[in-house]
């Protein structure tokens, strides 16, 4: 499959690499992060995005932390790892994949620590190192089965020649594997579905634009690009099938929150009667939220609006911006939620409830 060239991150010899997104399409520059900061500012700056992929990044973040330690004994080294993951946790505060995946390390590094028995400091020290290191690479590899296993499931869900809609980025970009929502999209292409892929462009940040077009056209899918107000149009032009995207964070009762402009498209494929698909791997389920309530939305400086991405200010100094970065689809707009454990249909609080009991 071409997206297999797509690495938006990788962790090679003790070094970290990353793809760095705000210079697509035009530049392929993949960079190396040193340290803590350097990763906690790839993943503000959007260097590195996209749930899983922000999770992942975050797991290997806490591997530079223990590499680069100084301390001298076990509380010494989790008490300055414990410092970087709040560093790390404080970087983006919507995607939970960031969260669970620095969860994970913390879990592992107790058990790594309880487990530490004797030998001299240095052979702990490595041996510390080793299994933080086998947690990341199970959190990669746990999210590239999970994204083939979400596009099996949403294939299921499509027909050949169909006309699918999606918002943002949820591609190889976004994850370790072929993404979440443009899973089904790749697997479609390698078995002849013929799917004509719609991208929004996604104000203000443009990840349609920059990224999925890049990233699906790179793979030789029939990909449209077009802006976030053209969708209803599209859709009365009979264009869409299905809207598909990912999701940053799902509450139990089935809210989901994805970049902004998602929500509106799930009203518009309600109002035009097309399926609304949201592919969640379990990593990015939330079951301590409740509701789309509990999901603290992430607020981005006003100046992504008005100059970021344009030659010129294209908003009059000094108006006022209201710029959050995601907004919540509630469960009702949603036609069905793909995990890589099985499709949920309404009502989602018990099919969410059973897929994350089960196995
Ligand atoms: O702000 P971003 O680019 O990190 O937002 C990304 C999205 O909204 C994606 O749809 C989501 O993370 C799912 S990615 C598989």
Request: hydrophobic residues 45%; negative net charge; proline residues 4%.
């Amino acid at each position: 499959m071409k997206t297999s060239a797509i690495r938006p991150i990788a962790f090679e010899g003790g070094r970290l690499f990353v793809l760095d997104q705000t210079l697509l399409p035009g530049e392929e520059r993949h960079i190396e992060l040193k340290s803590v900061e350097d990763v906690r500012e790839a993943i503000r700056s959007l260097r590195v995005r996209g749930a899983p992929a922000i999770g992942l990044a975050a797991a290997y973040g806490v591997c530079l932390a223990a590499r680069a330690s100084r301390a001298r004994d076990v509380e010494g080294f989790c008490r300055e790892l414990s410092e970087a993951r709040e560093r790390l946790a404080g970087s983006r505060p919507t995607a939970v994949n960031l969260f669970q995946a620095l969860g994970r390390m913390v879990a592992r590094l107790s058990r790594l620590a309880e487990g530490a028995g004797g030998g001299g400091w240095a052979d702990m020290f490595e041996r510390l190192n080793e299994g933080l290191l086998l947690e990341a690479e199970s959190i990669r590899a746990e999210g590239e089965a999970a994204c083939l296993a979400m596009g099996e499931l949403g294939l299921g869900l499509l027909k050949p020649g169909m006309g699918l809609l999606t918002h943002c980025n949820a591609g190889a970009l976004a994850a370790p594997g072929i993404g979440t929502a443009l899973a089904p999209v790749y697997l479609g292409q390698e078995r002849g579905y013929g799917f004509r892929v719609f991208a929004d462009e996604t104000r203000p940040l443009l990840q349609g634009a920059r990224l999925t077009a890049w990233e699906l056209m790179r793979a030789g899918v029939d990909v449209t690009l077009i802006c976030d107000g053209m969708a209803a149009a599209a859709m009365r032009e009979g264009l869409v099938d299905a809207v598909l995207t990912g999701c940053d964070r799902l509450a139990r009762n089935g809210d989901g929150a994805n970049k902004i402009g998602t929500a509106g498209l799930a009203a518009l494929a309600k109002a035009y009667g097309l399926p609304f698909y949201m592919f969640v791997p379990t990593s990015t389920i939330d079951m301590a939220a409740a509701t789309g309530g509990d999901i603290p939305i992430e607020l981005r400086d006003g100046g992504e609006i008005c100059e970021l991405w344009y030659g010129r200010r294209m908003a009059p100094e000094g108006v006022k911006t209201w710029n959050p970065a995601f907004d919540v689809t509630e469960h009702g707009l949603i036609t069905a939620i793909v995990t890589e454990k099985g499709v949920a249909r309404p009502p989602f609080d018990r099919g969410i409830a059973e897929l994350m009991g089960a196995g």
